[in-house]
């Protein structure tokens, strides 16, 4: 599966948009991308999936350039509440058999 | 719907011991997986199913046993627990490997 690079930690204020974007230079061709986002003491919750161009749900936007070899989570108008840990993963559609692998994410913290 | 139900919520056990984590879904997903969690890191893998009678390793799998013979159910073994075991355990399922994952609410496990 490939691998994927995040910032460690980013800090912003309520009302930013906040972009937070991922590498994954070895990204097959049937592969998805998808984030995730974890407060503390709780699991992991989806955000969104693309595959390529342009996702946006109620939630945030997901911008995969033409190579998707990155992919950049926007969050709009961030609020207090948006500190969190966000992961990203990479893998393929479908059961394949294969290992959904967490990186370490990226903790976001939005101050007043 | 209760989705994604971890029991117990806390456990605290003496090294050696051994115990068994529950997992269970109602959502007739079939693939399953767990995790931990240790302070100020992301979530490791630790073993996943694929579907009921399939089971396969994860990143650290080392001290851990499975077993999926319902799909439903997908408990996870401590053979002899080791205070490095000390962590927070979370269970996940998906209707495939890349679908949404749908985390349960975590086994927070000691280990003295």
């Known amino acids: 599966l490939a691998k994927t690079t995040q910032p460690i930690s980013m800090d912003s204020y309520e009302g930013q948009e906040v972009n937070i974007t991922c590498s994954h230079n070895?990204?097959?061709?049937?592969?998805?991308i998808t984030w995730y986002q974890q407060f503390p003491s709780q699991g992991p919750r989806f955000i969104i999936q693309?595959?390529?161009t342009k996702v946006t749900n109620e939630v945030a936007s997901l911008f995969i350039p033409a190579d998707r070899k990155s992919s950049t989570l926007s969050l709009p108008r961030v609020s207090l509440s948006d500190t969190a840990v966000y992961y990203c993963l990479v893998a393929p559609q479908g059961n394949q058999g294969g290992k959904l692998i967490f990186g370490q994410g990226t903790e976001l913290s939005v101050k007043p | 719907n209760a989705g994604v139900t971890q029991t117990p919520k806390f456990q605290v056990l003496k090294t050696g011991q051994s115990m068994t984590l529950q997992c269970a879904q109602d959502m007739n997903h079939e693939y399953m997986s767990w995790y931990r969690q240790d302070p100020g890191m992301g979530l490791r893998l630790i073993h996943y199913s694929v579907g009921a009678g399939i089971t396969d390793q994860g990143e650290v799998p080392n001290g851990y046993n499975v077993s999926r013979s319902t799909t439903e159910d997908f408990p996870l073994r401590l053979l002899s627990a080791a205070p490095s075991q000390t962590s927070v355990y979370f269970c996940?399922?998906?209707?495939?490997?890349?679908?949404?994952?749908?985390f349960g609410d975590g086994t927070r496990l000691s280990i003295l």
């Open positions: 070895n990204i097959a061709t049937n592969d998805y």
């Open positions: 693309g595959y390529k």
């Open positions: 996940a399922s998906s209707l495939q490997e890349n679908q949404p994952q749908h």
